[in-house]
């Protein structure tokens, strides 16, 4: 039997903000939303199968550390589309600036950083 990812759950300062412009973006829907621990809330954003857990807890603490030199760091989260060029407009759309753009085998990638500073990555495979 092999496992399979279903969510992952991280800090965000506004999850509904944060799962709008990913509706917009990735085209996902919201799949639940309501309270949660420490006067918190959480919204779970994707799609039928696999989402994103979007939490904030009722006092956030902003990231004091580089997530690239810190253990248990998140450093970025990625997404696969079809259509790469399609995507990049809407980050653009969103407010967001793509970067980082490469090709490699076997596809090709870009990144952009959200306004809570968190980044992703969207890649095509060929």
Not at 107 to 122: A, Q
Request: with cysteine; hydrophobic share 35%.
């Amino acid at each position: 039997m092999t496992a399979s990812l279903e969510h992952t759950n991280y800090t965000v300062a506004d999850p509904d903000a944060t799962a709008a412009w990913m509706c917009d973006v990735f085209g996902w829907h919201i799949r639940w939303s309501g309270a949660a621990l420490n006067s918190g809330r959480t919204v779970h954003v994707g799609n039928d199968t696999l989402y994103l857990a979007l939490y904030t807890p009722g006092m956030a603490k902003k990231a004091t550390e580089d997530n690239y030199t810190t253990i248990g760091g998140l450093n970025h989260v990625a997404v696969v589309t079809k259509d790469i060029k399609d995507l990049e407009d809407k980050v653009r759309q969103a407010g967001f600036t793509p970067h980082s753009h490469a090709d490699y085998e076997p596809g090709h990638r870009f990144y952009f950083h959200d306004t809570d500073g968190i980044e992703y990555e969207v890649v095509a495979y060929d």
